[in-house]
T-cell receptor, first 115, second 115 residues
Framework: AQSVAQPEDQVNVAEGNPLTVKCTYS??????LFWYVQYPNRGLQFLLK??????LVKGSYGFEAEFNKSQTSFHLKKPSALVSDSALYFC?????????????FGKGTKLSVKP | DGGITQSPKYLFRKEGQNVTLSCEQN?????MYWYRQDPGQGLRLIYY???????QKGDIAEGYSVSREKKESFPLTVTSAQKNPTAFYLC??????????????FGPGTRLTVL
């Protein structure tokens, strides 16, 4: 069965410091991985995805993610955090068992960036 | 939140009542999805539809029903059989392309509270 795990419920970072939000996955076959962000009482916004190719994927708002096949990880990173980055972040993997577009989401990591 | 609208933003229901949540998209996407979000549990798939007049149950379909009479619309009915309906409901859509892996676009959500 496919799954995705976000081992940290919350990550605290000082503004200007680098941030990492962790995600690990378990899939049979090729992993198709996504990151989304959710601001309070809003829908999810797509940040980036990994399909194939370069292990470092660049996305919206200065975020990037590094795909590591040996560690089955897809951590989200940003070199310099902003207070406005504070939000809930979801990692997702494509559900090959369902329809083509179905995703399996992690439980989310709350990112708090302090001034 | 792209071209997906959900209404109402807040909805209150008395026990024993059915309520319908609206979801409309103008992105010309074939696939549409309904998720339920509870604190600390991430997103769970309720129903999805890849084409008009066809839909499939997700992981937590019991107590819910949907219809897909038009490509643009995918309303969700929360029936009285759903024992714990208080949650944040998110609608999403995506394109369906052979061999493609496409991100989902989310609406702003509806917060349902049972009184």
């Amino acid at each position: 069965a496919q799954s995705v795990a976000q081992p940290e419920d919350q990550v605290n970072v000082a503004e200007g410091n680098p941030l990492t939000v962790k995600c690990t996955y378990s899939v049979s076959g090729n992993p198709y991985l996504f990151w989304y962000v959710q601001y309070p009482n809003r829908g999810l916004q797509f940040l980036l995805k990994y399909i194939t190719g370069d292990n470092l994927v660049k996305g919206s708002y200065g975020f990037e993610a590094e795909f590591n096949k040996s560690q089955t990880s897809f951590h989200l990173k940003k070199p310099s955090a902003l207070v406005s980055d504070s939000a809930l972040y979801f990692c997702a993997v494509r559900d090959i068992g369902g329809s083509q577009g179905n995703l399996i989401f992690g439980k989310g990591t709350k990112l708090s960036v302090k001034p | 939140d792209g071209g997906i609208t959900q209404s109402p933003k807040y909805l209150f229901r008395k026990e024993g009542q059915n309520v319908t949540l609206s979801c409309e998209q103008n992105l010309n996407h074939d696939a549409m999805y309904w998720y339920r979000q509870d604190p600390g549990q991430g997103l769970r798939l309720i129903y999805y539809s890849q084409i008009v007049n066809d839909f499939q149950k997700g992981d937590i379909a019991e107590g819910y029903s949907v219809s897909r009479e038009k490509k643009e619309s995918f309303p969700l009915t929360v029936t009285s059989a759903q024992k714990n309906p208080t949650a944040f409901y998110l609608c999403a859509s995506s394109i369906v392309a052979a061999g493609g892996v496409n991100e989902q676009f989310f609406g702003p959500g509806t917060r349902l509270t049972v009184l």
